[in-house]
C-alpha cells in the first residue's frame, strides 16, 4: 500500500532471546572432559582459577580437558565421591569464566532447566525442560534432582541450569528416560573440605 | 532473562495449583497411577489402572492413605470413577479445552506430584476409541506420559486442567480426554452406573450389493449391511425389521461398515429416532426405528 510502511518486527520473541542467551553463559562454563581411565563426557567451571566440577565415572584421577574455547589442557583430580558420582579436577589456568551456581533447595517441580553438554561429541548442545520431582528427601537437598529432559551419555558431568541460567545441578545420569542431576547444594557440600579458593567455594 | 524466568515461574506455580487435587491410586499390583479431585468426594482415573473393585486405596497430597470404593467404570472411554469419604482435598480447576490451542504449553501431573512438560500436538474432532467410547476432541500431545501417570490431569500454564492423560487409548500416541468428555462420563457412571449408549438389536453383515440396486439408490456405497440377526424385541424387530433385509443407510447416510452404524447409532439417547434406508426383496424403503439403550454387560 503506497505511503503505508509495515513494520516487521525482526527481533525474536523475548523467551527465544532469554533461552539462546543462557545456552551462550552455559557453554562458556562446559569443558569436555576426556578421564585417563577412558570416560568422556563433559564437566563445569566451578571457579574461575581451575577448579572443574565432572562426574566421578566421567574422570577421577588425570583428564584431558578441552575449554570453552577449544584449548587442551591436562587437569589432575583433587577428589571424588562414589556416592554422588562427583569428582573435582583442578588444571593451570586463571581468570576462565565460572558457573554462576544457584540454591538447588530452592528448586520448585515445573521450574524450568537447561542442560548444556557434548552428546555423542556434539559440543554445546543444548536440551531444555522441567523440574520432574523433588525428593523423596532423606536429608534437605541430598537427593537427586530429577528432570523431565533429553541427556544423552556426553551430557555426564555438564551443568543443568535454571531459567536464569544459574547452576543447580551437575548431570549424572539418564534413568527411564528422565535425566538425574546431583544438585548444586550437594557439590558445594563435596567442595567444601578441599579448601581450593575458600573465598567462592561455599 | 525476564521472559524465560516468568515461564518458570509460570510452571511451577502451575503445579502448585493442581497438585492438591492430585492423588495416588492403589488399585492395582506395584504401580500406583494417578486421579484427580473431580467433584467433592469424586475422584476420576484411569479405567485400565483399576485392576481390582476392592481394597482400593489413594494417597492424598499430604501422604494420608485413605480408602476408597469403586463406583463405576467405562471402559471405553478409560474412566473410572471412584468415592472417597471425608475428604478435605482441594478441587481440581477446571479450566475450558475449547481455549487450548495446538502448541500450547501443557503439563502433565503425575502423583508426588511428579511432572512432565509439552505441548498440545494435535487436536481434532469427536472420535470413537478403539473400546468404542464417544471422546468429545481428539487431544493428542507432545511429552511423556511416565510409568503411573495414566488418570492423572493435563494442565494449561495458569494449572487448570483440560483433561485426563491416558496410555491406555493408544499405543502409540500420548492422550488426553477432555474435560467436558469426563464430565459427561464421570456424572453419568455416578447417575446411572454406566454410560448408556443407543443400540438397535441387530446383527450385521457386510454384503456388497448389486450394481442393479446401487443404480436405484443414489448415494448408496458398494457395501450394503445384512441383517442376519434380530433380537426379539429389540427397537428394530419392534420397528419390523426383517431377517434378510439390507441396511443401506441411516438417516440419510450410506453406511458400509458396521462401525458406520455404530458411529450413528451409538451416540444417540435412548428414546431418539434413526430413519434407516433397506433394501428388502431388492426393493428400497425407510423404516423408522426408536433407538434403545445398550443393557450393561454385567462384569
Keep these: 500500500m503506497p505511503g503505508h510502511s509495515e513494520t516487521h518486527d525482526t527481533r525474536p520473541p523475548a523467551i527465544d532471546g532469554d533461552l539462546t542467551a543462557v545456552t551462550e553463559r552455559l557453554r562458556r562454563i562446559t569443558v569436555q572432559v576426556h578421564g585417563s581411565s577412558g570416560g568422556t563426557g563433559s564437566g563445569v567451571i566451578w571457579i574461575s582459577n581451575g577448579l572443574i566440577v565432572t562426574n566421578a565415572h566421567v574422570a577421577r584421577d588425570t583428564a584431558a580437558v578441552v575449554l570453552p574455547g577449544g584449548r587442551a589442557i591436562e587437569a589432575r583430580g583433587l577428589a571424588w565421591d562414589p556416592e554422588y558420582d562427583l569428582a573435582a579436577l583442578a588444571l593451570d589456568a586463571e581468570g576462565l569464566s565460572a558457573a554462576d551456581v544457584g540454591d538447588s533447595d530452592r ?53 543443568l541450569a535454571d531459567a536464569r541460567g544459574r547452576v543447580i545441578g551437575i548431570n549424572a545420569m539418564i534413568v527411564g528416560g528422565l535425566a538425574l542431576a546431583v544438585p548444586s547444594n550437594v557439590v558445594a557440600r563435596f567442595l567444601a573440605p578441599l579448601r581450593y579458593g575458600a573465598a567462592t567455594v561455599s | 532473562m525476564d521472559a524465560l524466568l516468568s515461564l518458570s515461574n509460570d510452571l511451577a506455580a502451575a503445579v502448585e495449583r493442581v497438585r492438591g487435587a492430585v492423588v495416588a491410586v492403589n488399585a492395582r499390583p506395584r504401580l500406583p497411577s494417578t486421579g484427580v479431585h473431580w467433584r467433592p468426594g469424586i475422584i476420576v482415573t484411569a479405567d485400565h489402572t483399576v485392576r481390582s473393585d476392592e481394597d482400593i486405596t489413594i494417597i492424598a497430597p499430604d501422604g494420608r492413605t485413605v480408602a476408597a470404593s469403586l463406583v463405576a467404570r467405562d471402559p471405553g472411554t478409560d474412566l473410572a470413577v471412584l468415592r472417597v469419604h471425608d475428604t478435605d482435598l482441594p478441587l481440581a480447576d477446571l479450566g475450558d479445552p475449547g481455549s487450548l490451542k495446538v502448541g500450547h504449553i501443557v503439563l502433565a501431573v503425575g502423583h508426588g506430584p511428579r511432572v512432565s512438560w509439552g505441548v498440545v500436538s494435535a487436536l481434532g474432532g469427536r472420535w470413537r476409541t478403539w473400546r468404542g467410547g464417544e471422546i468429545d476432541q481428539l487431544m493428542r500431545l507432545d511429552l511423556t506420559l511416565y510409568p503411573g501417570f495414566s488418570g492423572g490431569p493435563l494442565v494449561d500454564v495458569k494449572g487448570r486442567v483440560v483433561g485426563i492423560n491416558t496410555s491406555g487409548l493408544s499405543r502409540q500416541l500420548e492422550l488426553a480426554i477432555p474435560v467436558s468428555t469426563v464430565t459427561r462420563v464421570a456424572d453419568e457412571l455416578i447417575d446411572k452406573g454406566h454410560v448408556s449408549r443407543g443400540f438397535l438389536g441387530v446383527g450385521l453383515q457386510p454384503a456388497r450389493l448389486p450394481e442393479a440396486f446401487r443404480r436405484r439408490l443414489t448415494g448408496a456405497s458398494e457395501i450394503g449391511l445384512l441383517v442376519v440377526n434380530v433380537q426379539p424385541d429389540g427397537p428394530a424387530a419392534k420397528a419390523g425389521v426383517l431377517l434378510g433385509d439390507v441396511l443401506v443407510a441411516l438417516d440419510g447416510a450410506p453406511v458400509g461398515a458396521t462401525e458406520d452404524v455404530q458411529a450413528v447409532v451409538g451416540a444417540r439417547r435412548a428414546g431418539s429416532t434413526v430413519t434407516a434406508t433397506i433394501l428388502r426383496a431388492g426393493a428400497p424403503a425407510e423404516v423408522s426405528m426408536t433407538v434403545g439403550e445398550r443393557p450393561s454387560r454385567r462384569r
Design chain 1, 107 to 159: 528448586l520448585r517441580v515445573g521450574d524450568l532447566v537447561v542442560a548444556v553438554g557434548s552428546p555423542f561429541g556434539l559440543v554445546g548442545a543444548v536440551t531444555a525442560g522441567v523440574i520432574h520431582a523433588i525428593g523423596p528427601r532423606r536429608t534437605a537437598g541430598s537427593s537427586f534432582i530429577r528432570a523431565d529432559l533429553r541427556l544423552a551419555p556426553g551430557n555426564s558431568g555438564g551443568p
